[in-house]
């Protein structure tokens, strides 16, 4: 069985060392700024630094909560990215455990 092929996980997002659901992001149009991303807020719903998610995204969420509505899934570019960076994070651990779990049973 072949080593599974691990390709580069996306360097606009960074994770924090020791805090496995947050992540910096980089900014879409200025590459010099980092926002910070916590999935874990908001029931999981994720928490961004960025001026988007918090005078677009966060008023509306923070209404359907008062209102008793469901969440809608309202999240800025820098909250899918790090989702997107968990979750291929994750299948890649995933991916490696399992071949670790075959190639020890074919030895």
Not at 27 to 34: A, D, F, G, P, T
Not at 49 to 59: I, K, M, Q, R, V
Not at 86 to 97: F, I, K, N, T
Request: hydrophobic share 30%; charged share 25%; net charge positive.
């Amino acid at each position: 069985m072949d080593k599974p092929t691990l390709y580069p996980l996306p360097a606009l997002v960074g994770p924090i060392p020791g805090e496995p659901m947050r992540f910096h992001v980089q900014s879409r149009s200025r590459s010099s700024i980092k926002h910070l991303v916590d999935l874990e807020e908001l029931g999981f719903h994720g928490n961004c630094s960025c001026e988007n998610f918090n005078f677009e995204h966060l008023p509306k969420l923070r209404q359907e909560q008062r209102e008793g509505k469901p969440i809608k899934y309202r999240r800025c570019f820098h909250i899918k990215r790090a989702w997107e960076y968990y979750g291929a994070l994750h299948a890649r651990l995933q991916a490696l455990d399992y071949y670790k779990m075959r190639h020890a049973k074919a030895s």
